[in-house]
């Protein structure tokens, strides 16, 4: 086994790296896998900072005893308790009886509760510490990013965050653990995937937890998926990042989401992309909902200011991932988007109906006059259309 990276002096990541699950929480694809980054701080007194997925306990046991040996561990901090961190909280305390487990009152709920842990359980409250001996561990606690008990860490001595989920990436480490080491610009994309997938309902804590942190001083950032960021520059980029995607702000930018079942519905999105391009809008990406994985579909939402959805009548309902889709928009909150929609019919129409309860629902800044099709488009239909390309240019350009 080779020795874990040592992230900075006497900090370890003993994380591993996931290649093998199809979808992250049952939910999400991992195109390039996830990493479950845990980090081992070696002083006086040990102590490590998470744990991960139980499917990897053994390459993680021989991960921290490469780093240890024999010797205990003293502490394990429990920033956040989402089973792809804590998983292997059982096995640890077993091979570690003594180890104390430090975490927030929610974190003893959830302890008890997943894996029937209650002793040696240390309760923090907001600002607390624990010395490790040179290093001191601070907590600050930041519920609702995006479980009620996650909590990040923080090191004044090295200016180490441990920020739990926040500022994280899906895709594995390959080789290198920080950015300095690894080609970024994958992570880039992943990191607005994964906000959107699994915080983008939790802007409001996302920015009181960033409120927390204005004035605290960041050398490295050590979340619990995707590279460590060491660089200024990039901990700059992904504190902005995370504000911005946590205030709904986005940039110009079009994203038209369809359902289509035999191309006709499909047809009105591409007159509608066509027109609003030779108006002059850019960043125009084009989702099929039954081809495009959702957190594709909710990340370029993210991303960008102008949204169109376009959805057959299916049992006189919205076509199925159209529904799925607007429902993940209301549970995110989305807001602050210049919003228009079309839909189809063959017999008797009801998604555009559908629709615009829909848009009712949302904070957004409605545009044009809806499309509704019959069958398919004819040339009344296609004006429409370019009509309502050209009420969204006019919000975008
Ligand atoms: Fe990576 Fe919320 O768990």
Redesign the pocket.
């Known amino acids: 086994m080779h020795k874990p990276f040592e992230v900075t002096k006497n900090i370890y990541n003993v994380g591993v790296n996931d290649r093998t699950k199809h979808l992250f929480e049952g939910l999400w694809a991992l195109p390039y896998g996830v990493s479950?980054n845990s980090y081992l701080v070696v002083d006086e007194r040990i102590a490590l900072i998470d744990t991960v997925d139980v499917c990897y306990s053994d390459v993680y046991f021989r991960k921290i005893t490469s780093v240890l040996g024999e010797k205990p561990i003293d502490y394990l901090i429990v920033n956040?308790m989402?089973?792809?961190?804590s998983g292997a909280i059982e096995w640890l305390v077993t091979k570690y009886p003594n180890i104390q487990i430090v975490g927030n009152n929610r974190t003893a709920e959830m302890l008890k509760g997943y894996y029937n842990v209650s002793d040696n359980v240390k309760i923090i409250k907001d600002g607390d510490e624990v010395s490790l001996g040179t290093q001191t561990l601070q907590f600050h606690l930041t519920p609702m990013v995006?479980?009620p008990e996650?909590m990040m860490t923080y090191i004044s001595q090295s200016k180490t965050l441990f920020s739990?989920?926040a500022f994280?990436t899906f895709g594995t480490l390959d080789g290198g653990v920080t950015d300095a080491q690894l080609c970024v610009t994958r992570y880039w994309d992943e990191m607005t995937r994964y906000y959107a997938a699994?915080v983008g309902k939790f802007g409001s804590p996302v920015q009181s937890a960033l409120k927390k942190l204005a004035g605290v001083e960041i050398n490295t950032i050590c979340s619990?998926?995707g590279p460590v960021w060491t660089e200024q520059e990039n901990i700059e980029k992904v504190v902005g990042i995370y504000d911005k995607l946590s205030r709904y702000e986005a940039d110009n930018g079009l994203i038209i989401a369809y359902g289509s079942m035999y191309g006709n519905t499909e047809q009105l999105a591409e007159i509608i992309a066509a027109e609003a391009a030779s108006l002059g809008v850019k960043n125009i990406i084009l989702h099929n909902v039954s081809k495009s994985e959702l957190s594709e579909i909710l990340r370029d939402i993210f991303k960008y200011k102008g949204l169109i959805i376009g959805s057959p009548t299916y049992n006189n309902k919205l076509y199925p991932g159209v529904e799925n889709l607007v429902t993940a928009l209301q549970n995110r909150g989305l807001k602050n988007r210049f919003f228009g929609y079309f839909g189809s019919f063959s017999w008797a129409g009801a998604a555009v109906k559908q629709l615009k309860e829909f848009s009712e629902t949302m904070n957004f800044d409605i545009v044009g006059d809806p499309v509704e099709m019959k069958q398919s488009p004819n040339d009344e239909v296609a004006e429409k259309a370019r009509e309502l390309a050209k009420a969204m240019s006019e919000k975008l350009c």
């Open positions: 479950y956040h989402e089973p792809d961190h995006h479980w996650t739990g989920d994280g699994i619990t998926h």
